[in-house]
């Protein structure tokens, strides 16, 4: 319960926070409503900024519940610095969101946006190591792995509530998401 506890927070805030964002644009699109932002006086920047925000929120309250629950009620130790895994949490979301917008510009309604959140989801919660360690994988796996926010996550997140990860460590992997 030590490593899959923290791991499900950083897990299941890649499936909501890609879920909010891919569905967000595509359910604009499908109801034509999207057209109607364009040529709003937002600039483009706002209106990505617009649907980050809910991804944000979602996946940050989300984090927080699942990391409160693993230290008040699953009794997990947090040894690390929690300024510094909310800043990680932070860029983690950011780059769930970059993957979620990049799911919903190719998407055109909301059962694709599912179907492309999943087909991202599957094969990086599997490569990111949080059921197999990345070192098992074959060489051509590991590089693509180092791809994933989720495995950069992970990291940060198992090291902080497991052995107090240094801040050198933590940068090291928080800068690839």
Do not use: Y
């Amino acid at each position: 319960r030590w490593f899959v506890v923290p791991s499900l927070a950083g897990v299941l805030v890649t499936l909501i926070a890609l879920m909010v964002t891919a569905l967000s644009i595509a359910r604009e699109r499908e109801l034509g409503t999207f057209d109607q932002l364009l040529v709003s006086p937002s600039t483009p920047i706002e209106i990505i900024i617009a649907k980050t925000i809910p991804a944000f929120l979602v996946g940050t309250a989300l984090a927080a519940v699942m990391m409160g629950a693993g230290i008040f009620i699953f009794g997990i130790p947090f040894t690390g610095s929690f300024g510094l895994l909310l800043l990680c949490l932070m860029l983690f979301i950011l780059s769930l969101v970059g993957f979620g917008l990049m799911i919903s510009s190719v998407c055109s309604t909301q059962q694709q946006a599912i179907l492309g959140t999943f087909t991202v989801v599957v094969p990086a919660i599997l490569m990111s190591g949080f059921a197999t360690p990345v070192e098992n994988m074959p060489r051509f796996l590991q590089w693509l792995a180092q791809g994933i926010p989720l495995k950069h996550f992970l990291i940060i997140l198992q090291g902080s509530f497991l052995k107090a990860l240094p801040p050198a460590e933590i940068f090291a992997n928080a800068w690839p998401m």
